[in-house]
């Protein structure tokens, strides 16, 4: 099993920044990859930025330019600095860890979310 505890977010006016981080901790075999959804109300999960081991960052276009994944190899720990927040960015952010154990078999992993609002 894999633990993902996630942290900060909050309330920021527009314009500003925010920076979620999640660590992830227990039997990490081999992540395949780390990287943060948002749901806002009444709307489906969506992809925001994801962070391959190897180095691919896929970016929602409606985020390319302001927000930016990193990790921290050294500590499980995926980042998400967030610049420009918009209202619509409104939503609760979850991280997601791709594990692979064995040979073919891929786990998924969800942070707890964690609530952004942009609002003046």
Do not use: H
Not at 39 to 59: C, D, H, M, W
């Amino acid at each position: 099993q894999v633990q993902l505890v996630q942290s900060g977010g909050g309330l920021v006016q527009p314009g500003g920044s925010l920076r979620l981080s999640c660590a992830a901790s227990g039997s990490i075999f081999s992540i395949k990859y780390m990287g943060w959804y948002r749901q806002a109300p009444g709307k489906e999960r969506e992809l925001v930025a994801r962070l391959f081991s190897r180095g691919t960052i896929n970016y929602a276009d409606s985020v390319k330019g302001r927000f930016t994944i990193s990790r921290d190899n050294a500590k499980n720990t995926v980042y998400l600095q967030m610049n420009s927040l918009k209202p619509e960015d409104t939503a609760v952010y979850y991280c997601n860890v791709v594990t692979l154990r064995g040979v073919t078999t891929l786990d998924n992993y969800w942070g707890q979310g964690t609530q952004v609002t942009v609002s003046s």
